[in-house]
């Protein structure tokens, strides 16, 4: 039914966003700004640069270099500890026939640190990330690149993703997407399939 199958990484298939969530509002509260979870949720699926754009927009004269390295801190702590899997993701993986690739925002060096700790680097083909694109999320460029790599076209490919970011990035490039929203809410506008777990969402998609 699909010549492979593409999946966002942080939040879809491991459960980083929970980490990023209370590491991130640890370390600005620790330089003296008090953000809420909702102004957290807008950097969902945002890659760094972009997410620096928003953070100085709403926070004029804030010192995003003490904050981040206060955060990486944090966060960097949190993934040594253990990543757990995203419900489904472990029954998910192995069931899967078609070749499988992951397209993140992540640089390369943190997106292979996280698969590895997580234990499931050896299910992809291919691992795309931001070191490897000039245009990150919600260009469709990440997707496009994958399905170069795997010599696919990007309409036999089925995409799982979290956030409206990685699902529009994913609906432009002309995949079929199934979109598990992890921490924030979505009306799936970019999704073919909205689902509640990944497992749900695979049988929406005709995959199990």
Known sequence: MYDAILFDLDGTLIDTESIALVTGMAAFAAHGHDVDEAFMHGLVGKDEPTAAGIIRAALPGVDLQAINLHWRKGFNDGVDAGLALKPGALDLLPALRAPL?????????GAHRKL?????????THVVTLDDVHAPKPDPEPYLLAATLLGVAPSRCLVFEDSETGAEAAHRAGCVVVQVPDMVPSQGRWAHHLAPDLLTGARMAGLL
């Open 116 to 124: 590895g700790i997580a234990g499931i680097a050896q299910a992809f």
């Open 101 to 109: 690739a992951i397209v993140t925002s992540t640089g390369r060096e």
